[in-house]
């Protein structure tokens, strides 16, 4: 059971607890009330909004996540007890060779997001000041250097 697979309409909560658990340790920048207004919008907008797949660990259980449109990595969350395992790495690969991704946008206060995909292959293209929601957490764009 182990691996990639499509995520289901009945793995959306799933999902979404473990986007709130990789975000409350990953995105400090965000305020408790940012968290709340965000998880609603992204288990009932975004999250069917993007071409998802799912990692399983041996007992079928979902330790990471990924989501794209069309050449963009849209997200890629991991549980942060998983953390360190190489999930996000065969998420992002897999999108990469599988999904087409040569794209992505990275909160510019998560330099470690930063630096993972800098790893991966991914350059700095360009910068905006606020995120797609218009907020004032500047986003860098990235794009795969092959």
């Known amino acids: 059971m182990k691996g ?3 995520a289901q309409a009945s793995d959306l909560d799933a999902i979404t607890v473990l986007w709130e658990a990789s975000v409350r340790a990953t ?4 305020s408790e009330a940012d968290i709340a207004s965000l998880r609603p919008q992204v288990r009932d907008q ?5 071409d998802l797949r799912v990692y399983r660990d041996e007992q079928g259980h979902i330790r990471g996540f990924v989501g794209t449109a069309e050449h963009r990595l849209e997200m890629l969350f991991v549980h942060p007890e998983a ?12 999108a990469i060779d599988k ?3 040569t794209e992505v946008d990275v909160n510019e206060q998560n330099p470690q997001a930063l ?7 991914f350059s700095v293209i ?3 000041p606020l995120d797609g929601q ?7 764009h990235l794009r795969l250097v092959r």
């Not at 995105?27 to 965000?30: A, P």
Request: proline residues 9%; positive net charge; charged residues 5%.
């Open 83 to 94: 953390c360190g395992k190489g999930i996000g790495k065969q998420l992002l690969h897999y």
């Open 115 to 121: 630096g993972f995909y800098q790893s991966q292959g």
């Open 46 to 50: 975004y999250l069917p909004m993007v």
């Open 134 to 140: 218009g907020n004032p957490f500047p986003l860098i």
């Open 99 to 101: 999904m087409g991704v």
């Open 27 to 30: 995105h400090h920048f965000l």
């Open 126 to 128: 360009g910068r905006s």
């Open 4 to 6: 990639i697979y499509p």
